[in-house]
């Protein structure tokens, strides 16, 4: 590789790190974090799980035999 | 795998509000309604599976690269299964084909989540970190969870040994199938699965084997597949029945799995890396019936495809039977797929697999003997189904049925006597103080006359698999029975035999079982602990690797491990699906490349005595002369020790 192409090739991966790091403050700073959320008061809570998904049966079949 | 409690399947671990991803708000992949408290308002909107439904939302605004091909990938994609339903359909009616293989084979599709933060949906989903990202995958929740049947039952040793990456290199799934074959591309084009150039191929790895020093590799490369050398046998299935439950419920299932190892002729030599003239086949459960609940005549051009298809099994050995010695190959016809082997309707599908007898390898003329001494081997203490059905009601032989009761009830071998060791109090339950072990030996002559046997009887023994008939043979030669018998094959054995089933119910009055212990036959803790280093001595482990690698514990163990100076050798190694057995040649052969020979003292042991029990009956069947059942098993040692 040229000296002129290592040079746009470095230029051009500095770019794209800068790039994909303002993607990812951008996605943060859009949504709050996960434990800002009221979805986590009911799902750190085994005890409220328990009490809410009471009952909960699974949807499988019995007659569904085993994959791969 | 059982699945996870209802909670823990949605329980979040404070772990993960301190990862990366737990920098995002929950609603910015799932949806729903963060400002609620009440469950259906709250959930309103909410996706439960945003990589399946949206890859490239969910994941793709931080991984675009990635989810670009992933989202087309095998698993992401099922892309080759209407590729191969086509070849085979009615073109008329690929609507009805579609919408079934939309209901049943796409059941197993996955994405993101279920490979990189919870168990997959086949396997019914579940957080496995409390939802913490893992970069690779599990392969217990994740990749067996839906692999299982097959390649985890292979791999981890719950058909045959096992596998030696698994085994000996401690090497997971993804150590051969890394990130760039599970993110590739799979397009709508391809044939199938082995022809996607990202495949893992063993020559990966095992580079340049034509300059090594293994003779044979120099003989056979690019003309033999590795597997046909290197694999045990593996499972073929067969009619696969598809349909949905009283409640809607779709399902698919298997109506029989057969263990063998079968040669065919390689009629796609195009796929990369697969230029040799024999591979391993493996059946699949295919029939032109398939998807009748969804229509009649939808496979009107069945022999489009082969319903015998490359396989590569997951259980790779560096010495196998096959290759034991050249004549194990060469010139042995039922090793390879002949047209008998073809049921009517898929003679024309197999036509290009079938090796006729000419392109079977000619016998060599000088090779190596095994030597492998059988005149040892107790006979006896395995019939065949022929056998019993000559000797049914003759002298003293007693049949007894070792299923559970609902099995029996449905049908059983006519005069069997219903005997679930399970269930039939021989041993303490799993929350006694020292859970599984046998009861006192009075106790069990007592169950044992009480169902009307004696020790004098000749006790034939069956069920389905083998584990619990072989079990209680165990029991019985420990209570002192002096003449009992295993049914190779079971109850399958029967049926394949030919022979019908009763639903009457057998009983016998009962008796005294005058038997005398055989306290030499089991040994506790504190025994093995002695006998443990010494020569002469080998402590076979007959659990699953899984079970030795620690990835897994018994829920009644300690903790997850295994006994220091054991050996592992898991049953399966020793006895078939469906209760068959391999010859005793080739089993004497197995266990003499692990140093296991008759002259040893060998003690079993297992999670709870069952699979010791097992692999005693069995080494004694082979004529080993000191064989002894660690009862307490890994569960109390875990406690103890």
């Known amino acids: 590789m040229s000296r002129t192409l290592r040079a746009i090739a470095t230029i051009g991966t500095a770019l794209g790190a800068a790039l994909s790091g303002l993607v990812v403050a951008g996605a943060a700073s859009a949504a709050t974090a996960a434990e800002a959320s009221g979805c986590v008061t009911c799902h750190l809570d085994e005890a409220m799980l328990v009490k809410s998904l009471g009952g909960a049966t699974a949807k499988k079949s019995a007659m569904q035999s085993g994959a791969g | ?641």
């Open chain 2, 1 to 641: 795998m059982a699945p996870l409690e209802p909670q823990a399947k949605v329980l979040l671990s404070k772990d993960f509000l301190a990862t990366t991803h737990g920098a995002l708000a929950c609603e910015s992949c799932h949806g729903g309604n963060p400002a609620s408290l009440d469950k259906a308002t709250a959930h309103a909107g909410f996706d439960p599976v945003p990589s399946i439904s949206n890859p490239r939302k969910a994941c793709g605004d931080c991984h675009a690269e990635i989810v670009a091909t992933a989202k087309d990938s095998l698993h992401g994609s099922l892309s080759t299964f209407p590729k191969v339903l086509a070849n085979r359909a009615n073109k008329d009616r690929w609507g009805q084909v579609d919408e079934a293989r939309a209901t049943h084979c796409a059941a197993c599709h996955t994405s993101c989540g279920g490979c990189h933060v919870s168990r997959p949906r086949f396997a019914q989903k579940g957080f496995i970190q409390g939802h913490v990202f893992q970069k690779r995958s599990d392969p217990i929740n994740q990749c067996t969870a839906c692999h299982g049947s097959r390649v985890g039952s292979e791999f981890y040793g719950e058909r045959g040994q096992g596998d030696v990456h698994a085994a000996k290199a401690t090497m997971d799934c993804v150590a051969c199938h890394p990130a760039k074959e599970m993110h590739a591309a799979a397009p709508r084009s391809l044939p199938g699965r082995y022809q996607l150039g990202e495949l893992a191929r063993c020559t990966h790895c095992h580079k340049e084997l034509e300059y090594g020093s293994v003779r044979d590799h120099a003989i056979h490369l690019g003309r033999v597949q590795c597997q046909v050398c290197h694999s045990q046998t593996y499972v073929n299935c067969y009619g696969c029945h598809v349909g949905k439950d009283a409640d809607g419920t779709a399902f698919f299932q298997n109506r029989r799995e057969l263990e063998t190892l079968k040669i065919g002729l390689n009629h796609d030599a195009k796929a990369p890396g697969a230029g040799y003239r024999y591979m391993l086949v493996r059946h699949v459960p295919s029939y032109p019936e398939m998807f009748d609940f969804y229509g009649k005549d939808l496979f009107t051009s069945f022999g489009g495809v082969p319903t015998w298809k490359r396989a590569s099994p997951h259980n790779i050995q560096r010495r196998t039977w096959q290759a034991a010695t050249c004549n194990n190959c060469h010139g042995n016809r039922a090793l390879f797929l002949a047209s008998a082997d073809l049921l009517d309707f898929e003679k024309q599908a197999n036509r290009n697999v079938v090796v006729p007898d000419g392109k079977v390898p000619k016998p060599v003329k000088k090779t190596q003997t095994l030597a492998v001494d059988t005149s040892r081997v107790r006979t006896g203490m395995v019939v065949d189904a022929r056998w019993l059905h000559e000797n049914l009601g003759k002298g003293k032989v007693v049949v007894v049925d070792a299923r559970d009761r609902a099995a029996y009830d449905k049908g059983h071998i006519d005069g069997a006597i219903p005997l679930d060791p399970l269930t039939s109090g021989f041993r303490t339950g799993g929350d006694a103080e020292r859970p599984f072990v046998l009861v006192d030996h009075a106790e069990v002559a007592g169950i044992l006359g009480r169902a009307g046997l004696a020790a004098d009887d000749h006790i034939v023994v069956y069920d389905r698999s083998g584990l619990t008939a072989i079990a209680l043979l165990a029991v019985l030669e420990w209570a002192g029975a002096t003449h009992v018998s295993y049914l190779e094959g079971g109850i399958e054995g029967w049926h394949a035999a030919g022979f019908r089933e009763s639903t009457v119910l057998s009983s016998l009055g009962a008796r005294a079982f005058t038997g005398t212990v055989q306290p030499r036959y089991v040994v506790d803790s504190g025994t093995l602990a002695k006998l443990l280093g010494k020569p002469n001595v080998v402590v076979l482990d007959a659990r699953a690797i899984h079970r030795i690698l620690g990835e897994t514990r018994h829920e009644k163990a300690s903790r997850a491990g295994a006994i220091p100076g054991s050996m592992n050798l898991p049953l399966g190694a020793l006895l078939m699906d469906n209760g068959a057995l391999k010859s005793p040649a080739e089993l004497l052969w197995m266990l003499r490349t692990r140093g296991i020979t008759p002259d040893k003292t060998v003690v079993t042991t297992c999670d709870t005595g069952l699979a010791a029990a097992d692999a005693f009956f069995l080494l004694r069947y082979l004529g080993f002369q000191d064989v002894r059942v660690h009862d307490e098993a890994w569960v109390n040692w875990s406690r103890t020790r």
